[in-house]
């Protein structure tokens, strides 16, 4: 770091802090409690934690994807307005590392310049880190995070009053661990393919949300390596929201208990909602299989309930709940599936149609870590990073395939570095693998698992990121 502290940190002040390796919400206060110089004397390690060190660092020496990532970062920059080296020069980058077993936070780090050719590196030499085989010194990085844009250079942000965040990527957070309640195929932070679909499920319903809403096109969804999904959003009317704006977004895409829904969350329901509950949840999550989880969905139906028409008399009164606790009794063999529609029908010919919604929402609406979307200052890890704990890439995800992704076949670091030293004679071009998987689907006509080589999710990114470049350019092709 270009700042020097007078004094050598006493990493004993630091335990308080509460630091989460998936990402990161860091409050105002905290960043200044955070020494922003590490020494090398203390990042000596072992020989065993300095080879790991290395090859986290050939990682992103020969395949962290760089200047995709400042393209991402920087193509909305307006011209009329200042270069895209002054607008680069405003993000804000965050390093974590590890030293002494305790983590150190480096924030508020910038760049001057995109320029290739004056200093492209510097992004990268940050990231890099510096290491002294004599020594087994290693100051490595774990991860790389981003933060905002800011109304000044984050390395001379002590020496402006009026220091403050301006842009910032709408973006969205969602852990599996907040779904702890409902899921019964794994806990804590582990992810596995049947309840990939609760984040498969959130991303669905933000892409329509999101699009039809507010008409955001850049759009892009990242694993965040062990437990989540991270959405940024990057239109130009999302960067620069304001925290009540982006409060109001997530607010008023909330389900209400009630038997009419917005036309949006209606949509959703019909297109994302009740197909992904029916087509996964049910049987996946064992919602008639197991005893604890049929409590937990008829303690979502009503008991003793008046209804308002029924057989010609002006109001009856029905227990749903023991209806339904007893046609379950009677009925054990059915298949979960037809269990759920019975269900289903008692609630809409009874006309409590409110009762379908608050189930379906319940095990599928999004469980969002709102500040992460509300805040402008927090960071969030980059994608292409490699997680500190799984050891997997934060890969981009196609919106397309969001279904079929397993955590369990996301490249990690080993499985890259091998790929990186057989080059070429395992994996087939990104170029074939696209032609091969789009034949495979035409034959089959149904949608199967991406890829898992890292020139894949390269490719991906990239097209990504000139799609949107090429859309900033040409906003209304059919002006043309
Ligand atoms: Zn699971």
Redesign the pocket.
């Known amino acids: 770091m270009d700042i020097d502290t007078p004094n050598k940190p006493n990493l004993d002040e630091f335990d308080d802090i509460k630091f989460d390796t998936d990402d990161m919400f860091v409050d105002s206060t905290v960043p200044t409690a955070i020494p922003n110089n590490i020494y090398m004397d203390d990042a000596q390690i072992g020989p065993t934690e300095y080879y790991d060190r290395l090859k986290l660092r050939k990682y992103y020496q020969e395949l962290f994807p760089f200047d995709i990532l400042v393209d991402w970062l920087t193509f909305n920059y307006d011209p009329e307005k200042e270069s895209i080296n002054d607008y680069y020069s405003k993000r804000e980058f965050s390093t974590r590392y590890v030293v002494k077993s305790k983590p150190f936070v480096i924030r508020n780090k910038s760049f001057p310049t995109v320029d290739e050719e004056i200093k492209s590196n510097d992004l990268k030499e940050f990231v890099l880190g510096t290491v002294d085989e004599h020594t087994f010194t290693a100051k490595v990085p774990e991860k790389l995070d981003i933060g905002p844009v800011y109304s000044r250079e984050p390395i001379k942000m002590n020496q402006y009053q009026d220091y403050r965040p301006v842009e910032r990527e709408l973006v969205f957070d969602i852990d ?1 661990d907040d779904y702890n309640d409902i ?1 019964v ?2 806990d804590g932070t ?7 679909q609760f984040l498969s499920i959130s991303a669905k319903f933000l892409e329509l949300y999101l699009k039809e809403c507010y008409n955001f096109q850049h759009i892009l969804y990242v694993f965040s390596g062990r437990r989540g999904l991270h959405v940024w959003v990057s239109d130009r009317g999302a960067l620069t929201l304001s925290k009540d704006l982006r409060q109001k977004i997530i607010s008023y895409a909330k389900p209400g208990f009630e038997a009419n829904q917005t036309p949006i969350l209606q949509r959703a329901f019909d297109e994302i909602f009740l197909p992904s509950f029916e087509n996964y949840i049910v049987e996946d999550q064992e919602l008639f299989t197991m005893e604890s989880q049929i409590k937990k969905l008829l303690d979502l139906l009503p008991g003793e309930i008046k209804l308002n028409k029924k057989s010609g008399k002006k109001y009856e009164t029905i227990n749903v709940r023991v209806l339904v606790e007893d046609d379950l009794k009677e009925n054990p063999n059915q298949a979960p599936l037809d269990k759920w529609k019975k269900i289903k029908n008692l609630l809409l010919e009874n006309d409590i149609k409110e009762y379908l919604y608050r189930i379906v929402f319940h095990y599928t609406f999004p469980r969002l870590d709102e500040q992460v979307s509300i805040g402008l200052n927090h960071l969030l890890k980059s994608p292409f990073c490699i997680h500190p704990s799984t050891q997997k890439l934060c890969i981009p995800l196609d919106i397309d395939l969001i279904d079929y992704y397993d955590p369990n076949d996301i490249p990690t670091l080993p499985k890259l570095l091998s790929e990186l030293d057989q080059k070429g004679s395992t994996n087939p071009s990104p170029s074939k693998m696209d032609t091969d998987q789009k034949k495979s689907r035409k034959s089959k006509s149904s949608k199967q698992a991406p890829p898992t080589n890292f020139n894949y999710y390269k490719s991906f990114f990239k097209n990504y990121v000139n799609n949107i470049k090429l859309s900033k350019s040409n906003p209304n092709p059919l002006d043309f």
């Open positions: 599996i899921r195929c794994c582990s992810l596995c393919k049947k309840c990939w």
